[in-house]
Nanobody, 118 residues
């Protein structure tokens, strides 16, 4: 499975962004997809995940309702909507895919940079 992220950019605090992750290859093998992020000097952290059906979603504790994750199965694309962005949301955002609940996140994209200024 190949994952390609897009939609990052430079925004101001309070703005919104929509990140996209398009999957290609053996997309029928995908069990779940997720977004992670990594800020400079910090460890990678989980942001949000969505099951294959799109019906079940879950989020990192820090999200607190500001982000939403959706999946368009017809386009094999997952979206992450970032609302009310804060400077501490500045990071590289990565898309990942999982083939079963017993597997790790085995497929990763190259990442898209999100920078939030005051």
């Amino acid at each position: 499975v190949r994952l390609v992220e897009s939609g990052g950019g430079l925004v101001q605090a309070g703005d919104s962004l929509r990140l996209s992750c398009e999957a290609s290859g053996r997309t029928s093998s995908i069990y779940a997809m997720a977004w992670f992020r990594q800020a400079p000097g910090k460890e990678r952290e989980f942001v949000a995940g969505v099951m294959r059906s799109g019906s079940n979603t879950w989020f990192g504790d820090f999200v607190r309702g500001r982000f939403t994750i959706t999946r368009d199965s017809a386009k094999s694309t997952v979206y992450l909507r970032l609302n009310d962005l804060k400077p501490e949301d500045t990071a590289i955002y990565y898309c990942a895919a999982q083939n079963s609940p017993r597997d790790n996140w085995t497929s990763w994209g190259q990442g898209t940079q999100v920078t939030v200024s005051l």
